[in-house]
């Protein structure tokens, strides 16, 4: 079964930095969409940027000019860089993968498979 394994959350200031990593286990294919989603208590999963396996990435205009999103294809993980956080960052974030058809896309509903989920969390 298709697992998905996060990492690289904690508790910074506002303004710091944190790297997120989500690595793709148990998977035959070669394509792939790898997307990163945040929730806070009381509010709906957002999406925060997605990447394909040619390295197309698409991102929320909440985090543009802060996130960035890389693939290590060879070790099919996914990075989420997050630069100059804000406190509006704290959240859950998830790590979703679909394939091996799949659209680079911040829509939560393409995506049929879940990481565990680390948390951030960015004090003002």
């Known amino acids: 079964e298709v697992q998905l394994v996060t990492s690289g959350g904690g508790s910074v200031q506002s303004g710091g930095s944190l790297r997120l990593s989500c690595r793709l286990s148990?998977?035959?294919?070669?394509?792939?969409?790898l997307g990163w989603f945040r929730q806070v208590p009381g509010k709906e999963r957002e999406g925060v940027a997605a990447?394909?396996?040619?390295?197309?990435?698409v991102y929320a205009d909440s985090v543009k000019g802060r996130f960035s999103i890389s693939l290590d294809n060879a070790e099919k993980t996914v990075f989420l860089e997050m630069t100059n956080l804000k406190p509006e960052d704290t959240a859950m974030y998830y790590c979703a993968a679909e394939g091996p058809i799949c659209v680079v896309t911040i829509w939560e509903d393409h995506y049929n498979f879940w990481g565990q989920g680390t948390r951030v969390t960015v004090s003002s």
């Open positions: 148990k998977y035959i294919y070669d394509t792939y969409c």
């Open positions: 990447i394909d396996s040619a390295g197309l990435p």
